[in-house]
């Protein structure tokens, strides 16, 4: 059975690496990486289908021959269509199993934390989907969320006893997945601003450049556009391709 958490910690790697390599990897580069967790072919295509809806191009796979339409539903993605048929396999315990599991970990009984974190993944796929469409892929919510898991599992014997640690493990999961989805919103915030500006001066530029016969100055663009000077320049500093800006200041 894949260790899923590590698998998922690998993938994200794996997704920075590609970052450094211009979005490119090769199939054999992938299967190197992977090489110790014994996967099969099956698995190698979900990889490769991912990593290209992310944008990462894997030399001699072609995503539209090999994606199955029906293991690509919004709620079935191609991250969960790797786990969830080995996820139905796990241990279910009812309320009174689960409170003496929770027990032995506070407790420290050997094996007991690696139960409690089979028993709680699937919980965390079903988190998940709650957080869904709030610009956050699934499987990075599944990510943070085990994460999330992981780290109040090692905390739980460190509770006082008067926390519920039900209560805890999903609160910890819950906060890990809405700070992934804040820290997304605010990149794309800062993001759609910047762009909005850089288009406001580029227009400003072509318009000024036309009606004067000249390339506007700074200043000229800050009386323009409404902006500060300091603000074009930091634009113009970030985005340089985006507009042309006379140097005599």
Do not use: C
């Not at 490119?24 to 190698?44: A, G, R």
């Not at 396999?89 to 027990?103: A, C, P, Q, Y």
């Not at 780290?151 to 609160?171: F, Q, R």
């Not at 809405?178 to 530029?205: C, F, H, P």
């Amino acid at each position: 059975m894949l260790d899923k958490i590590k698998f998922m910690e690998m993938l994200g790697d794996l997704k920075e690496i590609a970052q450094t390599q211009g979005n490119t990897l090769t199939q054999d580069e992938i299967k190197v990486y992977f090489d110790e967790m014994e996967l099969s072919e099956e698995h190698y295509n979900h990889i490769y289908t991912y990593l290209t809806e992310n944008q990462i191009s894997i030399n001699g796979f072609n995503a539209k021959e090999e994606v199955n339409e029906d293991n690509m539903r919004e709620e079935d993605s191609v991250f969960l269509s790797m786990f969830l048929k080995e996820l139905r396999t796990f241990e279910k315990l009812n309320k009174e199993e689960e409170f003496v599991l929770l027990r032995e970990v506070k407790n420290e009984i050997p094996g007991a934390k690696e139960r409690l974190i089979n028993v709680w993944l699937p919980k965390v796929v079903r988190i998940a989907k709650k957080y869904k469409n709030q610009g956050v892929f699934l499987e990075d919510l599944i990510q943070e969320g085990n994460i999330g898991l992981l780290i109040a599992v090692e905390n739980l014997s460190n509770l006082e006893d008067s926390i519920d640690m039900e209560t805890y493990l999903k609160e910890m999961i819950m906060k890990s997945m809405e700070e992934s989805i804040d820290e997304n919103m605010d990149e794309d915030v800062l993001e759609n601003t910047l762009l909005g500006r850089s288009n406001l001066i580029q227009e400003a530029a072509n318009y000024l450049a036309e009606d004067l016969g000249q390339v506007p100055t700074v200043e000229q663009l800050a009386e323009y556009t409404k902006l500060t000077v300091e603000e074009i320049k930091e634009i113009g500093t970030i985005a340089k391709d985006v507009v042309e800006i006379s140097k005599d200041v």
